[in-house]
Protein backbone atom coordinates (compact mmCIF):
# COMPACT_ATOMS: atom_id res chain seq x y z
CA UNK A 1 0.00 0.00 0.00
CA UNK A 2 1.08 3.51 -1.21
CA UNK A 3 1.45 6.97 1.25
CA UNK A 4 1.62 10.43 0.57
CA UNK A 5 1.97 13.64 2.79
CA UNK A 6 1.58 16.83 1.68
CA UNK A 7 3.03 20.13 3.81
CA UNK A 8 2.19 21.19 7.43
CA UNK A 9 -0.37 23.93 7.78
CA UNK A 10 -0.69 25.29 11.09
CA UNK A 11 -4.83 26.40 10.14
CA UNK A 12 -7.56 23.90 10.42
CA UNK A 13 -9.27 25.60 7.10
CA UNK A 14 -6.21 25.01 5.27
CA UNK A 15 -6.17 20.89 5.75
CA UNK A 16 -7.93 20.90 2.36
CA UNK A 17 -4.25 21.92 0.41
CA UNK A 18 -1.98 19.14 2.51
CA UNK A 19 -4.59 16.62 1.10
CA UNK A 20 -4.59 18.05 -2.32
CA UNK A 21 -0.57 18.01 -2.25
CA UNK A 22 -0.67 14.50 -0.65
CA UNK A 23 -2.81 13.19 -3.77
CA UNK A 24 -0.33 14.91 -6.34
CA UNK A 25 2.85 13.50 -4.64
CA UNK A 26 1.17 10.00 -4.94
CA UNK A 27 0.71 10.30 -8.37
CA UNK A 28 4.20 12.11 -9.14
CA UNK A 29 6.50 10.88 -6.33
CA UNK A 30 8.90 8.39 -5.30
CA UNK A 31 7.85 6.27 -1.74
CA UNK A 32 10.26 6.87 0.92
CA UNK A 33 11.83 3.13 0.83
CA UNK A 34 12.26 3.23 5.04
CA UNK A 35 8.80 4.68 5.09
CA UNK A 36 7.24 3.71 2.28
CA UNK A 37 5.75 7.07 2.35
CA UNK A 38 5.69 9.77 -1.09
CA UNK A 39 6.29 13.05 0.70
CA UNK A 40 5.12 16.41 -1.72
CA UNK A 41 8.12 18.28 -0.64
CA UNK A 42 10.37 15.57 -2.08
CA UNK A 43 8.88 14.92 -5.22
CA UNK A 44 11.56 15.48 -8.59
CA UNK A 45 9.43 18.22 -9.68
CA UNK A 46 11.07 18.10 -13.35
CA UNK A 47 8.80 15.55 -14.05
CA UNK A 48 5.86 17.31 -14.02
CA UNK A 49 4.45 20.21 -15.57
CA UNK A 50 2.91 22.56 -13.49
CA UNK A 51 0.66 22.37 -10.47
CA UNK A 52 -2.81 22.84 -10.72
CA UNK A 53 -4.84 19.24 -10.14
CA UNK A 54 -8.25 18.45 -11.01
CA UNK A 55 -9.43 18.42 -7.31
CA UNK A 56 -7.78 22.45 -6.67
CA UNK A 57 -10.06 23.60 -10.31
CA UNK A 58 -12.85 22.00 -8.75
CA UNK A 59 -13.21 23.79 -5.33
CA UNK A 60 -12.00 26.93 -7.77
CA UNK A 61 -15.08 26.54 -9.77
CA UNK A 62 -17.21 25.70 -6.42
CA UNK A 63 -15.10 28.69 -4.88
CA UNK A 64 -15.57 31.26 -7.38
CA UNK A 65 -19.21 30.13 -8.44
CA UNK A 66 -20.35 30.71 -4.32
CA UNK A 67 -18.70 34.41 -4.44
CA UNK A 68 -15.99 33.86 -2.20
CA UNK A 69 -13.34 36.25 -3.08
CA UNK A 70 -11.25 35.46 0.47
CA UNK A 71 -10.96 31.63 -0.59
CA UNK A 72 -10.29 32.37 -4.33
CA UNK A 73 -7.42 34.20 -4.06
CA UNK A 74 -5.91 32.15 -1.18
CA UNK A 75 -6.05 29.22 -3.91
CA UNK A 76 -5.22 31.64 -6.74
CA UNK A 77 -1.67 32.26 -3.94
CA UNK A 78 -1.07 28.75 -3.97
CA UNK A 79 -0.86 28.23 -7.70
CA UNK A 80 1.21 31.02 -8.06
CA UNK A 81 3.46 29.52 -4.99
CA UNK A 82 3.83 26.43 -6.36
CA UNK A 83 4.56 26.85 -9.75
CA UNK A 84 6.48 30.50 -9.97
CA UNK A 85 8.26 30.88 -6.28
CA UNK A 86 8.81 27.47 -5.16
CA UNK A 87 10.31 25.72 -8.77
CA UNK A 88 10.03 28.58 -11.50
CA UNK A 89 8.50 26.60 -14.29
CA UNK A 90 8.85 27.57 -18.14
CA UNK A 91 7.41 29.98 -20.24
CA UNK A 92 5.61 27.16 -22.27
CA UNK A 93 5.09 25.40 -18.82
CA UNK A 94 3.47 29.20 -18.23
CA UNK A 95 1.31 29.27 -21.43
CA UNK A 96 -0.08 25.89 -20.88
CA UNK A 97 -1.29 26.84 -16.85
CA UNK A 98 -3.07 29.68 -18.37
CA UNK A 99 -4.53 27.90 -20.80
CA UNK A 100 -6.00 25.68 -18.53
CA UNK A 101 -6.85 28.22 -16.15
CA UNK A 102 -8.45 30.18 -19.16
CA UNK A 103 -10.68 26.42 -19.89
CA UNK A 104 -11.75 27.05 -16.24
CA UNK A 105 -13.08 30.34 -16.53
CA UNK A 106 -15.06 29.17 -19.26
CA UNK A 107 -16.23 26.79 -17.17
CA UNK A 108 -17.40 28.78 -14.43
CA UNK A 109 -18.97 31.57 -16.96
CA UNK A 110 -20.87 28.42 -18.39
CA UNK A 111 -22.08 27.15 -15.25
CA UNK A 112 -23.68 31.00 -13.89
CA UNK A 113 -25.72 33.68 -16.25
CA UNK A 114 -23.90 37.14 -16.32
CA UNK A 115 -25.24 39.86 -18.48
CA UNK A 116 -23.73 42.98 -20.43
CA UNK A 117 -24.51 45.49 -17.71
CA UNK A 118 -22.89 42.96 -15.12
CA UNK A 119 -19.25 42.97 -17.01
CA UNK A 120 -19.38 39.57 -19.43
CA UNK A 121 -17.45 41.47 -22.10
CA UNK A 122 -15.06 42.69 -19.77
CA UNK A 123 -14.42 39.13 -18.68
CA UNK A 124 -14.26 38.17 -22.31
CA UNK A 125 -11.30 40.83 -22.51
CA UNK A 126 -9.40 40.12 -19.57
CA UNK A 127 -9.06 36.44 -21.34
CA UNK A 128 -8.03 37.98 -24.69
CA UNK A 129 -5.12 40.22 -23.21
CA UNK A 130 -4.18 36.87 -21.02
CA UNK A 131 -3.20 35.32 -24.20
CA UNK A 132 -0.90 38.26 -25.29
CA UNK A 133 1.01 38.04 -22.10
CA UNK A 134 4.71 38.48 -21.84
CA UNK A 135 5.59 37.61 -18.12
CA UNK A 136 4.21 35.02 -15.79
CA UNK A 137 2.78 37.84 -13.74
CA UNK A 138 1.19 39.52 -16.02
CA UNK A 139 -0.90 36.27 -16.79
CA UNK A 140 -0.92 35.95 -13.30
CA UNK A 141 -2.70 39.47 -12.62
CA UNK A 142 -5.01 39.14 -15.44
CA UNK A 143 -6.35 35.29 -14.26
CA UNK A 144 -6.71 36.76 -10.52
CA UNK A 145 -8.29 40.42 -12.01
CA UNK A 146 -10.84 37.86 -14.08
CA UNK A 147 -11.94 35.48 -11.45
CA UNK A 148 -12.14 37.79 -8.58
CA UNK A 149 -14.30 40.41 -10.47
CA UNK A 150 -17.13 37.32 -11.03
CA UNK A 151 -16.68 36.24 -7.13
CA UNK A 152 -17.49 40.01 -7.17
CA UNK A 153 -20.81 39.67 -9.32
CA UNK A 154 -22.10 36.34 -8.30
CA UNK A 155 -21.67 38.15 -4.72
CA UNK A 156 -23.64 41.37 -5.35
CA UNK A 157 -26.44 39.11 -6.85
CA UNK A 158 -26.48 36.79 -4.08
CA UNK A 159 -26.73 39.67 -1.35
CA UNK A 160 -29.84 41.17 -3.58
CA UNK A 161 -31.41 37.79 -3.84
CA UNK A 162 -30.83 37.40 -0.12
CA UNK A 163 -32.29 40.74 0.65
CA UNK A 164 -35.15 40.41 -1.92
CA UNK A 165 -36.26 37.08 -0.01
CA UNK A 166 -35.72 38.45 3.34
CA UNK A 167 -38.34 40.93 2.18
CA UNK A 168 -40.70 38.50 1.31
CA UNK A 169 -40.76 35.97 4.05
CA UNK A 170 -40.91 39.15 6.34
CA UNK A 171 -43.64 40.56 4.74
CA UNK A 172 -45.52 37.08 4.91
CA UNK A 173 -44.75 36.56 8.50
CA UNK A 174 -46.46 40.01 8.76
CA UNK A 175 -49.78 38.77 7.03
CA UNK A 176 -49.93 35.79 8.17
CA UNK A 177 -48.82 35.27 12.40
CA UNK A 178 -52.14 35.53 13.52
CA UNK A 179 -52.41 32.12 12.00
CA UNK A 180 -52.18 29.54 14.62
CA UNK A 181 -50.51 27.00 12.22
CA UNK A 182 -47.45 29.90 11.75
CA UNK A 183 -44.60 28.07 12.66
CA UNK A 184 -41.02 27.30 11.16
CA UNK A 185 -41.85 24.49 9.30
CA UNK A 186 -45.27 26.39 7.64
CA UNK A 187 -43.17 29.41 6.41
CA UNK A 188 -40.54 26.90 5.21
CA UNK A 189 -42.77 24.83 3.09
CA UNK A 190 -44.08 27.98 1.46
CA UNK A 191 -40.36 29.38 0.13
CA UNK A 192 -39.45 25.84 -0.79
CA UNK A 193 -36.89 26.17 1.75
CA UNK A 194 -35.39 23.44 4.73
CA UNK A 195 -36.39 24.51 8.16
CA UNK A 196 -32.80 24.36 9.08
CA UNK A 197 -31.84 26.90 6.13
CA UNK A 198 -34.83 29.15 6.52
CA UNK A 199 -33.51 29.58 10.21
CA UNK A 200 -30.00 30.24 9.75
CA UNK A 201 -31.03 32.60 6.87
CA UNK A 202 -33.42 34.62 8.93
CA UNK A 203 -31.10 35.03 12.13
CA UNK A 204 -28.28 36.41 9.75
CA UNK A 205 -30.49 38.45 7.36
CA UNK A 206 -32.71 40.01 10.13
CA UNK A 207 -30.45 39.06 13.49
CA UNK A 208 -33.11 37.38 15.22
CA UNK A 209 -34.44 34.05 15.88
CA UNK A 210 -37.68 33.09 14.06
CA UNK A 211 -39.64 32.27 17.04
CA UNK A 212 -38.52 35.62 18.65
CA UNK A 213 -39.64 37.52 15.65
CA UNK A 214 -43.12 35.59 15.74
CA UNK A 215 -43.73 36.06 19.04
CA UNK A 216 -42.84 39.86 19.03
CA UNK A 217 -45.43 40.26 16.36
CA UNK A 218 -48.10 38.60 18.17
CA UNK A 219 -47.08 40.39 21.07
CA UNK A 220 -47.33 43.67 19.77
CA UNK A 221 -50.83 42.58 18.29
CA UNK A 222 -51.98 41.08 21.73
CA UNK A 223 -50.74 44.94 23.77
CA UNK A 224 -52.67 47.05 21.18
CA UNK A 225 -55.69 44.73 22.09
CA UNK A 226 -55.59 44.63 25.45
CA UNK A 227 -55.13 48.90 25.50
CA UNK A 228 -57.47 49.67 22.84
CA UNK A 229 -60.24 47.02 23.01
CA UNK A 230 -62.55 45.56 24.74
CA UNK A 231 -62.40 42.14 23.67
CA UNK A 232 -61.72 39.16 26.51
CA UNK A 233 -58.43 37.68 26.91
CA UNK A 234 -59.70 34.27 24.78
CA UNK A 235 -60.34 36.45 21.99
CA UNK A 236 -57.20 38.43 21.88
CA UNK A 237 -55.23 35.14 22.44
CA UNK A 238 -56.78 33.90 19.12
CA UNK A 239 -56.57 37.38 17.12
CA UNK A 240 -52.90 37.34 17.75
CA UNK A 241 -52.38 33.74 17.04
CA UNK A 242 -52.85 31.25 20.26
CA UNK A 243 -54.70 28.30 20.57
CA UNK A 244 -55.72 28.83 23.82
CA UNK A 245 -56.39 31.50 26.40
CA UNK A 246 -53.56 29.51 28.20
CA UNK A 247 -50.96 29.40 26.21
CA UNK A 248 -51.29 33.21 25.60
CA UNK A 249 -50.75 33.86 28.84
CA UNK A 250 -48.10 31.51 29.38
CA UNK A 251 -46.28 33.52 26.30
CA UNK A 252 -47.53 37.38 27.22
CA UNK A 253 -45.71 35.94 30.74
CA UNK A 254 -42.68 34.77 29.83
CA UNK A 255 -42.47 37.87 27.34
CA UNK A 256 -43.69 40.68 29.28
CA UNK A 257 -43.13 40.08 33.13
CA UNK A 258 -47.01 40.56 33.43
CA UNK A 259 -50.00 38.80 32.86
CA UNK A 260 -52.60 40.17 30.16
CA UNK A 261 -55.14 41.29 32.61
CA UNK A 262 -52.57 43.37 34.76
CA UNK A 263 -51.63 45.21 31.45
CA UNK A 264 -54.70 45.75 31.29
CA UNK A 265 -55.59 46.98 34.53
CA UNK A 266 -52.69 49.29 34.49
CA UNK A 267 -54.18 51.18 31.84
Not at 15 to 40: N, T, V
Not at 107 to 119: M, P, R
Not at 162 to 179: A, H
Not at 218 to 223: G, K, L, P
Request: hydrophobic share 35%; charged share 25%.
Amino acid sequence: MDFAAGNYYSSLSDIYYSFSEARHALGHGKADCAHGISWYSEIDHDEWVYYYPIDLEQRLINLVKAGNKRETEKILDVIYRENFQKYNITWDMVKNLYSEMRGTIFKILSQITLSENEGIYSIYNMLKQMKHSNTASDAYTIVKEALLYICGVVDSKKLSQNSQLKDEIVQFLQETYRKQEMCLAFVAAKFDLSEVYLSNFFKEQTGENFSDYIEKLRMDAACQLLTQSKLSVEEIALQAGYNSAHAFRRAFKRSKGILPTELRKGQ
